[in-house]
């Protein structure tokens, strides 16, 4: 198969940054996105010409390195990660525009390559639990039901990709941070630092500049792990209730003498 | 390095952000991007009853002229009347007019700050392409834009009387709505305004309920459907009133003022 590559071309992220357009040619139809973008690379190497980057790890889906908005979706038109994408599914001899994931947050590092490291701040922001070391809880002490697990699983499946915020017409990282958090704040372990975890981790969202959710949906329709905006509901819900728990911690205490 | 106290607390053990060191509770609720949407959501809300209120009121002037006193203008005067002696004329109009001013400003302020930190989060001319998005949802500006508009002109010329395209006397509910809806470009501005309306409130309505955390995916399609019917009798209803005067649904002014005022008419 045949293609030509509208590619977003960046060497450094205080370049400017410009379309380039490559041929790319007899590609086998079973090849990956990936796949191709390498082949294409062997050759510009041979060329002289610098290699596209592009991030990638596992290449079978469950790692979220991947992070191609293909034809001005985030991850292609398919809902899967980038690197599950194949050439199959184009038409032959078609243009394929590749670029970023765009968003002001997430600086263009060099070509397809995208700083995602604000959304480690938010996890270190409150993605996490605080428990004492010590000798291994009695597991039935604390049971938890199919339904929370199942839950909380769902919110896990997060692969902090950043697809969502790409797709997002506001630039809103609501569903990444609704998902860390919600993955937590429904299991017994998470309870202690919940509402703390809430706001903490909105702030640092915040702080990182990304914009607010308008509720449009299209953050979970490019998800590769199908996580519902239910997710952001929760953190809705946890987020006023950490503004009412706040209030209340400083409501009068009764004095003993 | 080791945190000298547990995430979360400060020195004296308190929660974060109880003490004033982030500059009070309230100031960061209103910085953060959902406590801003919130008070998108609660004065929208708020915005939203009054609108029900009004359209019930509205649908008085189909009851008609009444032979020389419409009940819409009983009800205009009732209005003004409701809640004294105890509070002095007019009191409970102002009171409502208050806080549905305060509610609006809030509503526009909180989204225009919204509105910029959103266009600032996304790089210039990178909009992503609609994959599920509503057209409620992708045109809230724009309705709420025209709707803005639409309110100061409607104030202008019912409340105020400022406008005087037909005449519009004080008192006379019934005539005034007779007069201005016997032209075309008020009975369309009018219709379409409602029509944006109902767009505005099928995705606010339900998005109140999100940022609220009200919305679950069991309650969702009950949500959803019931925003949809708010939004479309909310509008009907509004739309009904011009549309009723214009088609002659309802008849002629009989009163001698509201005579007057019709035959004033310069058209």
Not at chain 1, 230 to 237: F, N, P, Q
Not at chain 2, 64 to 87: F, H, K, N, Q, T
Request: with cysteine; charged share 20%.
């Amino acid at each position: 198969m045949n293609f030509k590559l509208k590619v977003w071309r960046q060497s450094d992220a205080a370049a400017a940054g410009e379309w380039r357009t490559y041929g790319v040619s007899e590609i086998d139809s079973g090849a990956s996105f990936l796949e191709m973008l390498d082949i294409l690379n062997d050759r510009l190497v041979v060329e002289g010409e610098r290699p596209i980057a592009f991030d990638y790890d596992c290449r079978e889906g469950i790692c979220g390195s991947c992070a191609l908005t293909i034809d001005g979706t985030p991850h292609g038109p398919r809902q899967v990660t980038s690197c599950q994408v194949f050439m199959r599914e184009f038409t032959d001899g078609s243009e394929i525009i590749v670029e970023p994931f765009r968003a002001s947050p997430f600086k263009v590092l060099c070509d397809l390559v995208v700083d995602r490291t604000p959304f480690d701040r938010i996890v270190e922001a409150g993605g996490y639990i605080s428990v004492d070391a010590g000798p291994k809880p009695e597991p039935n002490a604390t049971p938890i039901s199919p339904e929370t697990q199942q839950a909380a699983m769902d919110a896990a499946a997060c692969i902090g990709c950043g697809a969502c915020v790409a797709a997002c017409p506001n630039g809103s990282a609501m569903l990444f941070t609704g998902a860390k958090a919600t993955h937590l704040n429904v299991l017994p372990q998470g309870q202690p630092e919940r509402y703390d975890r809430s706001r903490a981790m909105v702030e640092q969202m915040d702080a990182e500049g990304f914009g607010g959710c308008t509720n449009t949906g299209e953050c979970e329709a490019v998800c590769p792990q199908e996580i519902s905006i239910s997710v952001i509901g929760e953190l809705y819900r946890d987020y006023r209730k950490s503004m009412v728990h706040v209030l209340r911690s400083r409501r009068g205490r009764m004095k003993a003498q | 390095m080791a945190d000298p106290h547990p995430p979360g607390l400060n020195e004296e053990g308190e929660l974060e952000g109880s003490s004033g060191r982030h500059g009070g509770i309230l100031r960061q609720f209103w910085d953060s991007t959902i406590g801003k949407k919130i008070v998108v959501a609660v004065s929208g809300s708020i915005l939203g009853l009054y609108l029900i209120v009004h359209m019930l009121g509205n649908l008085k002037g189909f009851q008609g002229p009444g032979g020389g006193e419409p009940e819409i203008d009983v009800y205009g005067e009732w209005l003004r009347e409701v809640g004294s002696p105890a509070l002095p004329e007019q009191g409970a109009l102002w009171v409502v007019r208050a806080i549905l001013l305060l509610a609006l400003v809030l509503h526009v302020v909180a989204i225009v700050q919204l509105s910029r930190r959103n266009l600032a989060a996304k790089p210039k001319g990178h909009r992503p392409p609609r994959i599920q998005r509503s057209l409620a949802s992708r045109t809230m500006l724009l309705s709420g834009l025209v709707l803005l508009a639409f309110v100061v002109f409607h104030v202008l010329q019912f409340t105020t009387a400022t406008i005087q395209t037909t005449p519009i006397v004080e008192g006379e509910v019934y005539a005034n709505l007779y007069a201005a809806f016997q032209e075309w470009y008020f009975v369309v501005f009018y219709v379409v305004s409602m029509g944006l309306l109902a767009l505005h409130l099928r995705h606010g309505a339900w998005s109140l309920t999100q940022t609220m955390g009200w919305d679950k995916p069991n309650r969702n399609p009950t949500l959803r459907r019931t925003a949809t019917a708010l939004a479309v009798v909310v509008s009907l209803g509004f739309a009904a009133v011009p549309l009723g005067f214009w088609l002659g649904i309802v008849p002629e002014p009989t009163s001698e003022a509201a005579a007057t005022a019709a035959s004033g008419e310069p058209r």
